[in-house]
DNA sequence: TTGCAATAGTTTCGACTCGCTACTATTAAT
DNA sequence: ATTAATAGTAGCGAGTCGAAACTATTGCAA
């Protein structure tokens, strides 16, 4: 007979938010984890959507990202593009298809807009801190758009990446990237 | 190219602190379901151990909760009774071993008793009002311990329901259960 | 009391997730 | 020139998921 302490009731609460808003998922075309994988899809930049991106923001296997990612293709909501560089390496990007799927609102959406500004910000610290710290222990990666990150030169007009050195444009630096460290 | 938002950005939290806690599930005997309801069954009350009331409480359907419950049953490490008083219900008790499975310490745990006193109350605070939220769009039911129920009744040693009109042990006053109501 | 209707739980279906292992192609390092 | 690392995939077995069809009870009304 476990105790119910102030921690498991937090977890408790993660978890049934997630399935709050997985069990909305299911009523539109796609399963959460389709879903999570497009959306993921259409907010990361060029160098970051490929199959072993979308497992490490997703938390599972290349192999049943990879699934996942074909279940989408079928579905023609992304598209596959290898790249010329490296000949192992396969972009997916999001079709129209995909970007009108991704319209459907959320519940879960209204719900936290109904929060009063404060208590969003300290929510989204302290899931932040939380997530983090969840990473550290197996090294995964924490993502995040560039205009946030370390490698990131603010120039003239647009952006600048300092790692992959390569210029971004101002709706790129807006984008999650894989390589994406605190500053 | 949808906008990351603040409101996107918590929601992207959520779902990937549910994913990291259900990628540590993987790594014992019970996959995220299976651990997600023999936990609930570990805390639940008596009139709260139905398939149904699992079903309700991990926001899916009565049959995907009966599936899980067999596989649970298959591994020992729940038992069914069946009622006496109505002949269709059942009730799923914890056996020794189910007990000794949920003995694992998760990292979520870890990572949330790290957080200080009052950003954990906090978090719990906006989580519930998340989750609350969620739940009267589908009328689902809450959930939550007797002793904070408003059909609770402080006796002399134990405690009472006033709605089912039964006495609670200590113990049980503890425990979850699926009629519980705010004050 | 008979005759439904509601309830509790199960089964089956098809699509899919999930970790895993084994495998192919390519690129990098020694 | 090997060998090692990396990127992605196919196939496997167990299981989730909603939906629909089904059995067994229990409740309610005429």
Redesign the interface.
């Known amino acids: 007979?476990?105790?119910?302490t102030?921690?498991?009731?937090?977890?408790d609460?993660?978890?049934?938010?997630?399935?709050?808003?997985?069990?909305e998922d299911w009523n539109g075309p796609l399963n959460p984890s389709q879903f999570?994988a497009l959306?993921y899809l259409?907010?990361a930049n060029r160098f970051s959507r490929a199959p072993s991106h979308v497992a490490d923001?997703?938390?599972?296997t290349r192999g049943t990202a990879s699934q996942t990612l074909k279940a989408l293709a079928r579905k023609d909501l992304i598209i596959e593009t290898r790249s010329e560089t490296d000949k192992r390496s396969i972009r997916y990007d999001v079709t129209r298809n995909g970007?009108d799927v991704?319209q459907d609102t959320?519940?879960?959406?209204d719900?936290?807009?109904?929060?009063d500004a404060d208590?969003?910000?300290?929510?989204?610290s302290?899931?932040?801190?939380?997530?983090l710290?969840?990473?550290q222990?197996?090294d995964?990666r924490p993502f995040g758009?560039c205009r946030t990150c370390k490698h990131y030169r603010n120039t003239d007009a647009d952006g600048f990446c300092q790692l992959l050195q390569v210029s971004l444009t101002k709706?790129e630096s807006?984008?999650?990237c894989h390589e994406h460290a605190e500053l």
């Open positions: 007979m476990s105790e119910t102030e921690t498991q009731v937090i977890r609460l993660i978890d049934r938010l997630a399935r709050l808003n997985a069990a999570a959306s259409a907010r923001y997703l938390i599972t970007t991704l959320s519940g879960l959406t719900v936290i807009n109904d929060l208590v969003s910000e300290a929510l989204a302290s899931l932040k801190a939380l997530v710290a969840m990473l222990r197996r995964g758009i709706s807006a984008q999650i």
